[in-house]
């Protein structure tokens, strides 16, 4: 595989099981906005008996091997996109500017990421593009009650998408919302029918979507909402929570602490995303995380709403908030007077 | 380096710019990271040292050593060592680095 090309987003289409992925995934085929998209499923759920619909996409569908992506055949997802590449590149299979990835109802995204992100091989072909997480209107309170697995997919989205929203009350749909943006106030929020598949472009220019560069923009201190009726955001098991810091911050010093942080509470963190102001920089650097993957940092050119504070949001299943800011102002002063230190030392 | 990649607090965060840091600024980070590490760890029964600027030691007490990668790797070392977790969350942590003095 010696032609060299920019690494293209593989966007990732998830939600519980029964969430519409399928009705979502098989009207995205139809559009042409999506030519050129390369799409790989699971066998797993009724979308592996839908060749024909994937067929007149690219022609060639690589199926994964039965079950979860995330925890049983990470290496078939990494051997679905080499094989992808590698008929790509002996005129099998026309060329594609983007893949996209619909993963089992059970499915973690994170391991998904990661699988992306840290495979030496895959990462010269490959690079995360969009979250999609279809969430049913209709059994997405249950749902979110008792499955991590739901819980982690909203968490992990960019695009949060309702299905089903003609069949509840509308005010158990506010209900819905609140809770969800409760799990992660960064995603947009759309019901089915205005999720086009145009949105997936977003995530085809490089050093992340211009999508997920406005929600880190906008990541807001404010994230809390409240239902109406139906599930209440703070019955929840995770919520998310922000916070602003006034002090620049040491690089090293902060990746140091959350890669401790996510080492030792990793399992009850589901997200961390925010803008932070970086000592001895100008800009901006975008920080986003899913469990204990970090996507590789990144700056912005400017920040987005001229705030130049540090803004982080965290979904976790109870962690304080508070706990978590005081943690990182102590670990970043105490960098902060080590450096002075040896400075002063002789 | 993990799997033949850098972990991503090994390095500047990526920039569009042409400001990124130079091969020395990169070493002195490095050396500043694992002094910060020490402090941090100090009481775990353990010291990270920099091994040839690819990789650390984790030194115990007892004198065993071993070659890990990157963060996440020596946290749990020291993890073993100590027999208890490293957490940033934990009070006296947080009291201790407090109380350093410039």
Known sequence: MSTRREALPVNVL??????????LLNRWLQDPALAGTAVLINEFGQIGLDHQLVDTLDGAP???AN??????????????ILLLETRRLAGEIPAYRRILLETTGIADPAPILATLLNDPELRHHVRPGLVVTTVDAVNGHADLMARRELAQQVAAADVLVLTKTDLVPSADLQALAAALEALNSEADMLPASEAEATLLLTADSRMGSAHSRRRAGSASPHAHSHGTKGIHAHELPYRATAFFLDEALDWTSFGLWLSMLLHTHGRRILRVKGLLGIAGTDTPVVINGVQHLVHPPYHLPAWPDGDDRSRLVFTTDGLDPAVIK????VFNRAAQRLRLAADSSP | MVSGLPHWTEKAPESGSTTETDGRDQRLERLFRVKLVNTVIAGHGCVLEDWAMGQYIVRSQRGRSELVPALPQVWQRVEDIAGRAVDPLDPD??????????
């Open chain 1, 14 to 23: 998830t939600g519980f099981l029964g969430s519409g992925k399928t009705s």
């Open chain 1, 62 to 64: 690589v199926l994964l």
């Open chain 1, 67 to 80: 079950g979860c992506v995330c925890c049983a055949i990470r290496e078939d997802l990494k051997e679905a």
């Open chain 1, 326 to 329: 005081d943690s990182l102002q």
């Open chain 2, 93 to 102: 942590l947080l009291a201790r680095l407090s109380s350093l003095r410039a």
